[in-house]
């Protein structure tokens, strides 16, 4: 159902406060400004072997000024909730700016920040997609519940040990500008997960398996069975899985056909074409934090990025994705757009500084702070893989396989600093011969330079084999940031990909 902005939130001085800020911002000067009032609200709870291991509730509430004056930009942040300290953020903000172009001129660089033009969207209102506010639920409810799915866990033969945990956010934003924008959002989002673990009491050997259920846009009742994973079921048959992977046989390195579920492509495409395609990163300005990318300006619109198969949107309005906004930090209004098409690199994710320095005529929404004290930074959409209309299901896939390997779930991963060279590991990996799933191996990891793996991909399954996955802890910037991003992708087929034994590379074999 509809839901409606929290009343604790409209009734703090939004407005007021913005007025006073602004306001300051053009007595001084400013060509432009904007304030953003934040409260995020998170809480999380850990059990383990079904009893509490710990819980946290915090709230980051306060305000920000980010101007642009004489070609330059400030900043500033506050949590003093009068008219006269709003104020001062704004002065302390040009001052900022002022400060910052000094060392333009003195660096030489000719460089000034404009941004490029947005439609003024007047006194709008958007809230996520929920049914259940976790927020509303008992807490002893929630604990109840992990505790519940914990038991049931333990009590299955050769499960040692269980881990729960539950992270649930609601962030409320208010955001005002002088060319006119102003807006109020909503957004609720939460991230389950259970690990059992299996201990070999004679050799020591030990393993674990975790769901495989992705964090989500969504409220309460995704843990309820209404949200669309059919919790009873995970559960049921982890400790089964996790059994038979303790018997597991070793992999032998190789060349093998992979076919990847969503559960562990979404991880790929946020590594080698989430990052890669972040535009601030192909131009060089992001470069200290996990690097640049190999997906550089002037190839765009040549690049060959994988198969013609292969279409890659970037979507800031995809329902219950932990990116989706109704508008940014720079108050654009959320977009889809075009990142790969038919293989070929056709879009970029970017802000409004960087569309406009580089003859774009308008942001695809992506600036995004994770507090009220942290500047908005060019932050991630939910970059997904398209399905093919008429694409097969994940078992003919499998089926059109004569030897080769079916990986489900995420686990580890490695990147270089330009997102071109890769290797990631997953919570179950099956053989696959003559197109039959075989039993399931271990120490798998799948290796690539990411245009020769997507350029790889044979087949896409078809839509009733996407889902959409995610995280809640992407990092970018200094002083580092976090967000939550969703990447939603359909099984996948890829052709002569390299396996490495994680075994033998860590032993050095």
Not at 78 to 97: E, F, I
Not at 468 to 486: E, I
Request: aromatic fraction near 8%; hydrophobic fraction near 40%; charged fraction near 20%.
């Amino acid at each position: 159902m509809p839901h409606s902005i929290d009343e604790s939130f409209l009734a703090l001085p939004l407005r007021a406060l913005a007025d006073a800020a602004l306001a300051r911002a053009r007595a001084l000067g400013a060509e432009h400004a904007d304030f953003r009032f934040e409260r995020v609200r998170s809480a999380s709870w850990r059990l383990r072997d079904a009893k509490p291991a710990g819980s946290s509730d915090t709230t980051d509430l306060g305000y920000a000024v980010r101007v642009v004056h004489g070609g330059s930009w400030g900043f500033a942040s506050g949590v003093d909730l009068t008219m006269d300290a709003a104020a001062r953020v704004a002065s302390q903000a040009v001052a900022m700016a002022k400060l910052s172009a000094t060392v333009v001129r003195t660096a030489g660089s000719g460089e000034t920040v404009e941004l490029a033009d947005e439609p003024v969207h007047a006194d709008k209102t958007w809230v996520s997609a929920y049914d259940i506010n976790p927020f509303a639920v008992p807490d002893a409810e929630k604990s109840a519940l992990l505790a519940e799915w914990s038991a049931r866990l333990l009590a299955a033969p050769g499960v040692a040990h269980a881990d729960a945990s539950l992270l649930t956010v609601q962030e409320n934003k208010f955001y005002a500008d002088t060319a006119g924008t102003s807006t109020t959002q909503q957004r609720v989002r939460l991230h389950p997960q259970l690990t059992a673990v299996a201990v070999d009491p004679e050799s020591g050997e030990f393993d674990s398996l975790r769901t495989i259920a992705p964090p989500v846009g969504r409220g309460w009742e995704y843990l309820t069975g209404a949200g669309g994973w059919d919790w009873d079921a995970e559960l049921a048959e982890l400790p089964e899985l996790l059994a038979e992977k303790m018997r597991a046989p070793s992999v032998t390195a190789g060349r093998y056909d992979l076919v990847i579920d969503p559960s562990n492509l979404w991880l790929t495409i946020h590594e080698s074409i989430g990052h890669a395609t972040e535009l601030d990163r192909a131009l060089g300005y992001e470069a200290a934090y996990a690097g640049t990318s190999f997906a550089t300006f002037d190839q765009l619109g040549t690049l060959r990025y994988g198969s013609e198969l292969m279409n890659v949107t970037g979507d800031r309005t995809a329902e219950h994705g932990l990116a989706t906004i109704g508008y940014d930090d720079e108050g654009v209004a959320g977009q889809s757009w075009d990142l790969v098409k038919d293989g070929v690199l056709v879009g970029y994710q970017m802000d409004r500084r960087i569309a406009r320095l580089t003859g774009f005529e308008r942001s695809n929404g992506c600036a995004y702070a994770d507090s009220p004290s942290h500047v908005p930074v060019q932050r991630m959409a939910n970059v997904s893989l398209q399905p093919a209309p008429d694409g097969p299901s994940t078992e003919e896939l499998i089926g059109g396989v004569e030897r080769g390997i079916y990986v489900v779930g995420d686990r580890s991963w490695s990147i270089d600093m330009q997102r071109y060279n890769f290797q990631f590991t997953q919570q179950r990996a099956y053989a696959i011969r003559n197109g039959r799933l075989c039993g399931q191996l271990r120490d798998v990891a799948y290796q690539g330079i990411t245009p020769e793996f997507w350029g790889s991909m044979e087949a896409v399954g078809g839509p009733e084999t996407y889902v959409l996955g995610g995280a809640f802890n992407c990092g970018k910037a200094q002083p580092g940031q976090v967000a939550a991003v969703s990447h939603g992708c359909p099984s996948a087929l890829f052709r002569n990909v390299n396996i490495l034994n994680t075994s033998d590379e860590a032993n050095g074999s």
